[in-house]
T-cell receptor, first 114, second 116 residues
Framework: DGGITQSPKYLFRKEGQNVTLSCEQNLNHDAMYWYRQDPGQGLRLIYYSQIVNDFQKGDIAEGYSVSREKKESFPLTVTSAQKNPTAFYLC?????????????FGSGTQLSVL | AQKVTQAQTEISVVEKEDVTLDCVYETRDTTYYLFWYKQPPSGELVFLIRRNSFDEQNEISGRYSWNFQKSTSSFNFTITASQVVDSAVYFCALSEDMYNNNDMRFGAGTRLTVKP
């Protein structure tokens, strides 16, 4: 079955540590996105990628980094510069990034600080 | 700037009741898309519906129906004869950038609990 796989489901970060969240899709979608979800809030866009080897900052990119070396993969690194990383992180994709394309989501990674 | 408001933080109903989830949006554009997504306890958001700003027809899909009213900038979602499996967080979203999809704005979500 086609879909988006995020791993791990739960992740713990120590002070000063960088951690990487994995996102893989087999939908052959061009566009991929990372969102952050905090309790009682909507999703906020961290980074997005319209095509391989290209990505753009979203609304809350500070303290995060991404790469897009393969069409299927869009990992997110939460760096030590992100002072409040505890949140639920969702990866999404769409066929392309044209307006109005629906998003397909992974099942998320819950990141907590030790 | 575009904005989506879901004023109902949590709703609790008993199975078989009808329930309406409200969504009010703000935009200066004449061309935009509205969405509803469902987030069950498993975490992933599931697409329910997309409506563009030029199509004000209401839509029904089984027990789900959507009422789009440009005059009041609302895109409300009704579940008829609710079931326990409808328990989830529901998000309304707005996209108005005519060139790409990365401007999608989500409301804060409404947590629906359907009790047996």
């Amino acid at each position: 079955d086609g879909g988006i796989t995020q791993s791990p489901k739960y992740l713990f970060r120590k002070e000063g540590q960088n951690v990487t969240l994995s996102c893989e899709q087999n939908l052959n979608h061009d566009a991929m996105y990372w969102y952050r979800q905090d309790p009682g809030q909507g999703l906020r866009l961290i980074y997005y990628s319209q095509i391989v080897n290209d990505f753009q900052k979203g609304d809350i990119a500070e303290g995060y980094s991404v790469s897009r070396e393969k069409k299927e993969s869009f990992p997110l690194t939460v760096t030590s510069a992100q002072k409040n990383p505890t949140a639920f992180y969702l990866c999404a994709s769409s066929i392309d990034d044209r307006e109005g394309e629906k998003l397909f989501f992974g099942s998320g990674t819950q990141l907590s600080v030790l | 700037a575009q904005k989506v408001t879901q004023a109902q933080t949590e709703i609790s109903v008993v199975e078989k009741e009808d329930v309406t989830l409200d969504c009010v949006y703000e935009t200066r554009d004449t061309t935009y898309y509205l969405f509803w997504y469902k987030q069950p306890p498993s975490g992933e958001l599931v697409f329910l519906i997309r409506r563009n700003s030029f199509d004000e027809q209401n839509e029904i899909s089984g027990r789900y129906s959507w009422n789009f009213q440009k005059s009041t900038s609302s895109f409300n979602f009704t579940i008829t004869a609710s079931q326990v499996v409808d328990s989830a967080v529901y998000f309304c979203a707005l996209s108005e950038d005519m060139y790409n999809n990365n401007d999608m704005r989500f409301g804060a979500g409404t947590r629906l609990t359907v009790k047996p």
